[in-house]
């Protein structure tokens, strides 16, 4: 008995859909993985609602991936909705009109249960072990962490300090100015009181960073040796060596957007995002003194196909 599922994680940012066919012993085959750069935080996240340009790029989006999910007859369609949905004064009306153009039943989740579905996504990905690990995934509108190992959730926590928020504050020039690096990493450290008291506690070794712009990083790094092998099929589980990560991190930052652009493996709807969010990881690694980075290409969708395979298990 093979069944077919359509995943759609609808980011602050970015539009995932994932197709794939899971057969009775588990092994899965995917018809389609795409990400569409639709940028729903993009004019309305630091006013609170979806702007109008915002509002169509989705509708037209998800109307091409109902197209996509009838072509390939799907019996189970579950879709995510994160944190510009779920802060948006007209997110209601938003997941109506969804529903009304594209038969598409959307769900919006609350950032406690995205960090547990990262975890699932994350863990399926073959990433964790016994020790302890940090997860670290960043959104445009939130960035969740998860502390844990390959058995258990000790502390999880989503805080909405995604990328796109943190380029409407601290992005005032291009190549960023030192001084909003350095702005936006005290205030890292000010909302992220929560996670440093975690890490004292549970003392993580590991980051494990959840696609995105983790994926990217890894792009950026294997084509700067030369390997393009993660064009043709990108692998659920990599590393990313921390010399390798700064080396990448200083580059972005005294390049402005067109020498950004150029850099290869870099993806243009990354392009600036990607600033903020290395800062991010930057002030993890050195706050947190952690002393490996691994990486997940599976994150939340991979995280509820998980769950759903076993409701169907049960």
């Known amino acids: 008995m093979k069944k077919r599922f359509a995943l759609i994680d609808m980011g602050t940012n970015t539009f995932h859909l994932l197709i794939t066919e899971v057969d009775e012993s588990g092994r899965q085959h995917?018809?389609?993985?795409?990400?569409?750069?639709?940028?729903?935080?993009?004019?309305?996240?630091?006013?609170?609602?979806?702007?109008?340009?915002?509002?169509?790029?989705?509708?037209?989006?998800?109307?091409?991936?109902?197209?996509?999910?009838?072509?390939?007859?799907?019996?189970?369609?579950?879709?995510?909705?994160?944190?510009?949905?779920?802060?948006?004064s007209n997110g209601d009306g938003f997941i109506k009109d969804?529903?009304?153009?594209?038969?598409?039943?959307?769900?919006?989740?609350?950032?406690?249960?995205?960090?547990?579905l990262i975890y699932y996504g994350v863990r399926a990905a073959g990433v964790l072990d016994e020790q302890t690990s940090v997860v670290m995934d960043i959104g445009g509108g939130s960035v969740?962490?998860?502390?844990?190992?390959?058995?258990?959730?000790?502390?999880?926590?989503?805080?909405?300090?995604?990328?796109q928020r943190l380029m409407d504050q601290f992005f005032q020039q291009d190549p960023i100015a030192p001084e909003n690096a350095e702005a936006e990493k005290a205030y890292l450290k000010e909302k992220l009181q929560p996670l440093t008291e975690a890490v004292a506690h549970y003392k993580p070794t590991v980051l494990v960073g959840s696609s995105g712009t983790f994926d990217t990083l890894c792009d950026i790094d294997a084509q700067s040796k030369g390997d393009f092998s993660r064009q043709q099929n990108q692998p659920a589980a990599s590393m990313l060596a921390i010399e390798d990560f700064y080396q990448i991190h200083h580059d972005l930052m005294r390049k402005n957007h067109q020498e950004r652009?150029?850099?290869?493996?870099?993806?243009?709807?990354?392009?600036?995002?990607?600033?903020?969010?290395?800062?991010?990881?930057?002030?993890?690694?050195?706050?947190?003194?952690?002393?490996?980075?691994?990486?997940?290409?599976?994150?939340?969708?991979?995280?509820?196909?998980?769950?759903?395979?076993?409701?169907?298990?049960?």
Do not use: H
């Open 30 to 88: 995917d018809f389609v993985k795409t990400k569409v750069p639709v940028r729903l935080g993009q004019g309305g996240i630091s006013n609170g609602a979806i702007a109008p340009e915002a509002y169509e790029r989705a509708i037209r989006t998800l109307r091409d991936f109902r197209r996509q999910i009838d072509a390939y007859e799907v019996e189970t369609v579950r879709a995510m909705a994160t944190s510009m949905v779920r802060n948006a």
């Open 98 to 116: 969804i529903f009304k153009q594209t038969d598409i039943q959307v769900q919006v989740i609350d950032g406690d249960k995205e960090a547990e």
């Open 144 to 163: 969740e962490f998860i502390i844990c190992n390959k058995n258990e959730i000790f502390w999880k926590r989503s805080f909405e300090i995604g990328a």
């Open 261 to 314: 652009l150029a850099i290869p493996g870099m993806l243009e709807m990354r392009v600036d995002m990607i600033v903020l969010a290395s800062i991010a990881v930057d002030f993890v690694l050195q706050a947190y003194n952690l002393q490996e980075v691994r990486v997940s290409a599976y994150a939340l969708k991979e995280g509820v196909l998980q769950k759903v395979l076993e409701e169907e298990r049960r």
